[in-house]
């Protein structure tokens, strides 16, 4: 098992490095990418090569989660999440790879970073945070939600209130100072003018706007994948119930240091860095449900590349639970398993082709 896992993460890697040479070397520029471009001042070619370190944090986070929640085995199932995700979705804002130079996939980096580092930092997640703000704008959503899942937390500090709120106001004035720093760059790079217009452009959201009908945004969700939408669904719904028994598993175990009122107690059973992701990504789609905004991947594109891959870790720790359970439960886990390896390398490979297609 161990040469098994060494070669499985070796070619899962170079097909990671396979289809960023190939989007590098291969993709047009985007529209999207286009203004990036114009904001950094760099040629197309060194602003996408700059992404490579950014990846490869993306990647050894999204293992980090997954390993922790399930063991290496889930790590290898974050990593080949990551390739589910069809690029190329939106019509009018696709995104061909990991190496094209927008701020969404630096702020996807960063983000999964931060809920790597949560259990064991606060200060470094938050300035990661207030970075990945600079570089996407609706990063500013994912404040709110990490704030909210360190609260439900005893503090290091001490038990009382005011310790809590000290260590949140820290946690927010740690973001605060890169996110305040950038945008005084933006500002004078920009100028008075061009910063207005970049943040008139972010502010428009919320003037009165025609929302998109819940139907059809479910249908431009399912169309972000690799599959016919039918398939997706299935994949999805067998996706979802796994990953939902694996994360029931983490409310119903109790921990041996559970203290205070029992629902919160029950709360606490989830890691912090899960709650964060989670809530993050609750935040993104109630913005993007509301934004009216026909384009899922470009806006989403943090928590699409940093959380949902962390389903199928998720998914994998409910497959592995069950196959404990009996022998029905048994025989549902290793189906499971066996179907979810085989998804996924159909996307992976499709993934591996469309990189290579103009």
Same mark, same amino acid.
């Given at each position: 098992?161990?040469?098994?896992?060494?070669?499985?993460?070796?070619?899962?890697?170079?097909?990671?490095?396979?289809?960023?040479?190939?989007?590098?070397?291969?993709?047009?520029?985007?529209?999207?990418?286009?203004?990036?471009?114009?904001?950094? /001042?760099?040629?197309?070619?060194?602003?996408?090569?700059?992404?490579? &370190?950014? /990846?490869?944090?993306?990647?050894?986070?999204?293992?980090?989660?997954?390993?922790?929640?399930?063991?290496?085995?889930?790590?290898?199932?974050?990593?080949?999440?990551?390739?589910?995700?069809?690029?190329?979705?939106?019509?009018?804002?696709?995104?061909?790879?990991?190496?094209?130079?927008?701020?969404?996939?630096?702020?996807?980096?960063?983000?999964?970073?931060?809920?790597?580092?949560?259990?064991?930092?606060?200060?470094?997640?938050?300035?990661?945070?207030?970075?990945?703000?600079?570089?996407?704008?609706?990063?500013?959503?994912?404040?709110?939600?990490?704030?909210?899942?360190?609260?439900?937390? &005893?503090? &290091?500090?001490?038990?009382?209130?005011?310790?809590?709120?000290?260590?949140?106001?820290?946690?927010?004035?740690?973001?605060?100072?890169?996110?305040?720093?950038?945008?005084?760059?933006?500002?004078?790079?920009?100028?008075?003018?061009?910063?207005?217009?970049?943040?008139?452009?972010?502010?428009?959201?919320?003037?009165?706007?025609?929302?998109?009908?819940?139907?059809?945004?479910?249908?431009?969700?399912?169309?972000?994948? /690799?599959?016919? &939408?039918?398939?997706?669904?299935?994949?999805?719904?067998?996706?979802?119930?796994?990953?939902?028994?694996?994360?029931?598993?983490?409310?119903?175990?109790?921990?041996?240091?559970?203290?205070?009122?029992?629902?919160?107690?029950?709360?606490?059973?989830?890691?912090?860095?899960?709650?964060?992701?989670?809530?993050?990504?609750?935040?993104?789609?109630?913005?993007?449900?509301?934004?009216?905004?026909?384009?899922?991947?470009?806006?989403?594109?943090?928590?699409?590349?940093?959380?949902?891959?962390?389903?199928?870790?998720?998914?994998?720790?409910?497959?592995?639970?069950?196959?404990?359970?009996?022998?029905?439960?048994?025989?549902?886990?290793?189906?499971?398993?066996?179907?979810?390896?085989?998804?996924?390398?159909?996307?992976?490979?499709?993934?591996?082709?469309?990189?290579?297609?103009?």
């Amino acid at each position: 098992m161990d040469v098994l896992f060494v070669v499985v993460l070796a070619l899962l890697v170079a097909v990671h490095l396979t289809i960023f040479f190939a989007v590098l070397a291969v993709a047009p520029v985007t529209p999207a990418e286009q203004a990036s471009l114009d904001l950094i /001042h760099l040629p197309v070619e060194v602003a996408r090569a700059l992404i490579l &370190p950014f /990846h490869a944090v993306l990647l050894a986070s999204l293992y980090v989660i997954g390993r922790r929640a399930a063991g290496r085995w889930a790590g290898i199932g974050a990593l080949i999440a990551v390739l589910a995700l069809n690029l190329r979705a939106d019509p009018s804002a696709i995104v061909y790879g990991p190496s094209v130079a927008t701020g969404g996939w630096i702020a996807a980096s960063l983000l999964a970073a931060a809920i790597a580092l949560l259990p064991q930092r606060r200060i470094l997640p938050a300035v990661l945070l207030g970075v990945a703000a600079v570089v996407h704008a609706l990063m500013l959503l994912a404040l709110p939600a990490f704030v909210l899942a360190l609260a439900l937390f &005893p503090s &290091p500090s001490g038990p009382r209130v005011r310790d809590r709120a000290r260590d949140l106001g820290r946690f927010v004035g740690a973001w605060a100072v890169p996110f305040v720093l950038g945008q005084l760059l933006w500002f004078a790079d920009l100028g008075a003018s061009g910063y207005a217009g970049r943040a008139a452009e972010f502010l428009r959201e919320f003037e009165p706007h025609a929302v998109v009908p819940w139907f059809q945004q479910q249908v431009i969700v399912f169309s972000a994948w /690799h599959f016919t &939408p039918l398939a997706t669904i299935e994949l999805a719904a067998f996706l979802f119930l796994a990953a939902g028994t694996g994360v029931v598993r983490y409310f119903v175990v109790p921990r041996p240091e559970e203290t205070g009122p029992r629902l919160l107690v029950i709360a606490r059973r989830l890691p912090v860095e899960l709650w964060a992701a989670a809530l993050s990504l609750v935040a993104f789609s109630v913005w993007w449900s509301l934004s009216g905004d026909v384009a899922v991947i470009d806006p989403n594109l943090p928590v699409m590349v940093a959380v949902v891959p962390i389903i199928t870790a998720m998914a994998y720790r409910g497959a592995k639970w069950l196959i404990t359970v009996n022998r029905f439960w048994a025989l549902c886990g290793v189906l499971y398993l066996i179907g979810l390896v085989l998804a996924r390398s159909v996307q992976l490979l499709i993934t591996l082709v469309q990189a290579f297609q103009a």
